[in-house]
Nanobody
Framework: QVQLVESGGGLLQAGDSLRLSCVASGGTFSAYLMGWFRQAPGKDREFVAAISTGGSTTYYGDSVKGRFTISRDNAKNMVYLRMNSLKPEDTAVYYC?????????????????WGQGTQVTVSS
């Protein structure tokens, strides 16, 4: 069983930057593909980014490509999401998730463990 705890959300203005963090415990962190998803009120959960077990491969949703960067530190059981040039449409609850093999980085239902989420609000 893996526990995931996100942190770093907040209230920002358009154009700001922010880094979200997620710490994992209770499992072999380096064995999991890690992902970030977000969910805005009244909308489906949306894929944001994912990173392979060793960190060499990353995946991004079209709406964040070029602005967000996912990274991980397996020694610290941490995954990060650096968000630049934030827009009001980035407002959502952001969730960290862990995926066991076989991996399906883009699909929420493929992930096995989820954090509780952290709110990011971007004002115009």
């Amino acid at each position: 069983q893996v526990q995931l705890v996100e942190s770093g959300g907040g209230l920002l203005q358009a154009g700001d930057s922010l880094r979200l963090s997620c710490v994992a415990s209770g499992g072999t962190f380096s064995a999991y593909l890690m992902g970030w998803f977000r969910q805005a009120p009244g909308k489906d959960r949306e894929f944001v980014a994912a990173i392979s077990t060793g960190g060499s491969t990353t995946y991004y949703g079209d709406s964040v490509k070029g602005r967000f960067t996912i990274s991980r530190d397996n020694a610290k059981n941490m995954v990060y999401l650096r968000m630049n040039s934030l827009k009001p449409e980035d407002t959502a609850v952001y969730y960290c998730a862990a995926d066991r093999p076989p991996f399906g980085p883009y699909t929420p239902s493929r992930y096995d463990y989820w954090g509780q989420g952290t709110q990011v609000t971007v004002s115009s």
